[in-house]
């Protein structure tokens, strides 16, 4: 009993910090130089193919979640201050809101529905095609 203790421990063990920041700053890297590469009608942010790039390398077990895992919490933490500027900017621009705040308010919640409803027919879409294709299960798995 206790060597399985010891084998989880020892499997579960994460990097220092430094490596931890090494990791998310190299995939940075990584993704600033394969955001150029899109076409400028159709420009693509760098933090999003960062965070598409480091979803696949967790997905494909390139880089282990335990590598990243608290730098990672320590940044969603931060989350909340990073959003300060735009509440900022946002009463900066009431007048804005004043004249167009109710074509925004509908824009906004017509967008909503609209996404809501691509990312329903994606989703069933998908699991469409693991029952069909894979022939496995569409329950979720742990």
């Not at 955001?35 to 480091?54: A, E, H």
């Not at 390139?62 to 590598?67: A, F, M, Q, S, V």
């Not at 990672?72 to 167009?100: E, W």
């Amino acid at each position: 009993m206790a060597d399985k203790a010891n084998t989880t421990q020892a499997e579960k063990k994460e990097a220092p910090i430094l490596v931890q920041m090494g990791i998310f700053a190299a995939v940075l890297f990584v993704s600033s130089l394969i955001s150029p590469l899109f076409p400028p009608k159709f420009p693509v942010p760098t933090p999003v193919i960062g965070l598409v790039l480091l979803y696949l390398l967790l997905t494909l077990h390139i880089i282990k979640l335990e590598w990243v895992e608290k730098f990672a919490d320590f940044m969603i933490g931060l989350i909340a201050f990073m959003f300060v500027p735009s509440g900022i900017q946002l009463t900066a621009s009431l007048d804005i809101m004043k004249a167009q705040g109710l074509q925004l308010i509908i824009a906004i919640i017509i967008s909503t529905v609209i996404l809501l409803v691509v990312v329903a027919y994606t989703t069933s879409f998908f699991i469409m095609i693991r029952t069909k294709v894979f022939h496995k299960d569409a329950t979720i798995e742990d």
